[in-house]
């Protein structure tokens, strides 16, 4: 596990960072919830100065915003998704390419290991740093939530944090294969950043226009919409099953590609 | 068993040519010099055999084992040092060593100290701020410090100064002693002549031939030089002159073949004066690329 190891620590400030940095902007949103709803007028002023439009793009038209589940999908479960994608494939598409990129592949491969294992560690360290920023994250809102005495639906919000947690995965999955395949380390961060961007922008843009429904299909963020989760009480087994199949196509692609590449330095 | 046996390995890139069925055999033990100006396939051949590329076509083995399918048990007993040595900048040399010997199992950290000593290389300096040359000596560390059976090193003296290429043939000698095979490339021709056992010549991808030193040195060529008087255009009737050039009385040049036909030529001219060598590698060398 010496490169899995050696992973793990070379990503541990970037991680600390990212959670801090996280874990500030829920608590500080969270603490705002008691006085929201202490000031029902003040609120729904508020709510009602947003154009329809605004309020279906954010799914503010179906989110209870009143309650601590809807005021989380509604403040806080796009931040957690976007952040933790962008950190996701920052962290992932240059996992494999940076060796490549200065060169040290030369003497990684040299060594008795075999590529897939060299993959394997890598994608652990990956997948280890995904699920600690995703507990951060759920032991922060956790926290958070006790700003208000009120009690959470712990099975809904944790089919949220499930789904965020999918889908950093698959995004990361994605970087992955495309760090194995790609050469330069810094277009693959700009070509994975601007698919977590486009998708993003695609969750909105669907919620808004009539007829763009299809477009949900290429936005991961509208796979775990929060207003879907909040009022059904369960993930779109469709959508799972999408990011599920990503995910081990990714892999394997990452993979049997890797295996056979000519290393050129 | 061989170290080392190519069997027709080609290795085609998409765009550029690789090397073209190259078949060569390195005996255990042996130093192995594998020379050829830059881009004619030593690098190719050698990340071929360490599996970084794939090769194209034919086939080869280290110890016996397969270079596609038994890679891992291959690199426990290879040691490889790439012509240009980049390392994990993070890392001081010493964390680098440690990184490469806990690959290998390796236990007997103490070498590390004993050959950075010979090579003096300070171990806690960290690897962005080393020099070019000083990089170079932890790569050689690196490729010699797990004791391995078969050296492979790609233009091992690049960078490193006059004294410090001693030292380095000194190490090289003494794995060798321990019976370790070093298969080098170059293309400083005096390196190989001073170190190697037999040279594989390698041209456009192609493998030109394989000799001993010796014979590639003393057989094949003599190296001519005349001075005839009203000599300025000297003819040879016969094979095997090369490389001819008059200046004023004095003709140089290199010869393949029968000595005899070549004095009793020489004994027709109006000679002042004759010096017959032995042509230096670097002729030989030439004599190959034309």
Known sequence: ?265 | MEAVELKNLSKFYKKSRGIENVSLTIHEGEIFGFIGPNGAGKSTTIRTLLNLLQPTGGTATIFGKDIVSDSKEIKKIVGYLPSEVHYYDDMKAIDLLQYSAKFHHYKNTNRIYELAEKLQLDLNRKMEDLSFGNRKKVGIIQAILHEPKLLILDEPTGGLDPLMQNTFFELISKEREKGATIFFSSHILSEVQKMCDRVAIIKDGKLVTVEKVETLIKNSLKKISLTIENGEDVQFPFEGVKDKQTHDKNTTFLYRGDMNVLLNHLATLDIIDVLIQEPSLDEVFMHYYE
């Open chain 1, 1 to 265: 596990m010496m490169i899995y190891n050696r992973e793990m620590k070379k990503n541990m400030k970037s991680l600390l960072i990212w959670s801090i940095i996280l874990a500030g902007i829920i608590l500080m949103t969270l603490s705002i919830y008691p006085q929201f709803t202490q000031d029902q007028q003040t609120m729904n002023d508020l709510l009602s100065a947003y154009p329809d439009s605004f309020k279906q793009a954010f799914g503010m038209d179906r989110l209870n915003i009143g309650s601590l589940l809807g005021f989380y999908g509604m403040q806080i479960h796009f931040m957690t998704t976007l952040f933790g994608s962008i950190f996701a494939v920052m962290l992932a598409s240059n996992m494999i390419a940076k060796e490549e990129n200065e060169k040290t592949v030369e003497f990684l491969l040299s060594k008795p290991i075999t590529r897939a294992r060299v993959i394997a560690e890598k994608l652990l360290a990956v997948l280890t740093n995904i699920v600690i920023l995703n507990v951060v994250i759920m032991l922060v809102c956790i926290v958070g939530f006790q700003f208000a005495d009120e009690d959470v639906p712990l099975k809904t919000f944790g089919l949220l944090i499930i789904g965020t947690l999918l889908m950093h995965i698959t995004f990361a999955a994605i970087a992955l294969l495309l760090s194995a395949i790609m050469k330069k380390a810094r277009t693959i961060t700009s070509v994975s950043l601007g698919l977590v961007l486009i998708s993003y922008f695609l969750s909105v843009v669907s919620g808004i226009t009539d007829g763009l429904e299809f477009l949900t299909y290429f936005s991961l963020f509208k796979y775990i919409d929060p207003a879907d989760i909040i009022s059904n009480e369960s993930l779109n087994s469709l959508y799972v099953g999408i990011m599920l199949i990503v995910i081990v196509l990714s892999i394997w692609g990452t993979f049997s590609y890797y295996r056979k590449k000519d290393i050129a330095v």
